[in-house]
């Protein structure tokens, strides 16, 4: 499966240079924990609600202040192409949570961690619902082959 399959798009984003309660109120509105930092249709960086309430209101920073002030700006990234194993080890040996995904430079979603964990858990449903089935279909107790007692 493809990146692009499991990615969230379009992307929530903001300006580096869009202030700290707009930033605010864009995850608010769209009910994410993070936005892309994009200028002149470039990814410039990152900013998730820890850096708001951290780096920003925990660093002194009032509404005011611009989004370049509390965003990481050197954002790991993954292809919208790339097979979702890419994605799977970024996320396992860098510790993010979320990757923003491009093709070509241009800022096409994001997949995050959240995404794989629904992902694997709809993989896990797909593989216990035919288990599930045969134990239903089996009589509760031993069964004959397993040396149970059979009742005359």
């Given at each position: 499966?493809?990146?692009?399959?499991?990615?969230?798009?379009?992307?929530?984003c903001?300006?580096?240079?869009?202030?700290?309660?707009?930033?605010?109120?864009?995850?608010?509105r769209s009910?994410?924990?993070?936005?892309l930092?994009?200028?002149?249709?470039?990814?410039?960086?990152?900013v998730?609600?820890?850096?708001?309430?951290?780096?920003?209101?925990?660093?002194?920073?009032?509404?005011?202040?611009?989004?370049?002030?509390v965003?990481?700006?050197?954002?790991?990234?993954?292809?919208?192409?790339?097979?979702?194993?890419?994605?799977y080890?970024?996320?396992?040996?860098?510790?993010?949570?979320?990757?923003?995904?491009?093709?070509?430079?241009?800022?096409?979603?994001?997949?995050t961690?959240?995404?794989l964990?629904?992902?694997?858990?709809q993989?896990?449903?797909?593989?216990?619902?035919?288990v599930?089935?045969?134990?239903?279909?089996?009589?509760?107790?031993?069964s004959?082959a397993?040396?149970?007692?059979?009742?005359?």
């Amino acid at each position: 499966m493809k990146v692009s399959e499991m990615m969230t798009a379009p992307p929530v984003c903001v300006a580096p240079q869009d202030s700290l309660t707009e930033a605010t109120r864009a995850m608010t509105r769209s009910a994410v924990g993070s936005l892309l930092v994009v200028e002149d249709g470039a990814l410039r960086g990152i900013v998730t609600d820890r850096d708001l309430a951290v780096r920003g209101l925990g660093g002194g920073l009032d509404g005011q202040a611009r989004v370049r002030a509390v965003m990481t700006a050197d954002v790991l990234t993954v292809d919208a192409e790339d097979d979702l194993q890419v994605a799977y080890r970024k996320f396992r040996h860098t510790g993010v949570r979320r990757l923003p995904v491009l093709r070509g430079g241009e800022v096409l979603g994001v997949l995050t961690i959240d995404d794989l964990f629904l992902d694997v858990l709809q993989r896990l449903a797909d593989l216990l619902g035919p288990v599930a089935w045969s134990v239903l279909q089996e009589p509760p107790g031993p069964s004959p082959a397993d040396g149970g007692l059979q009742e005359d």
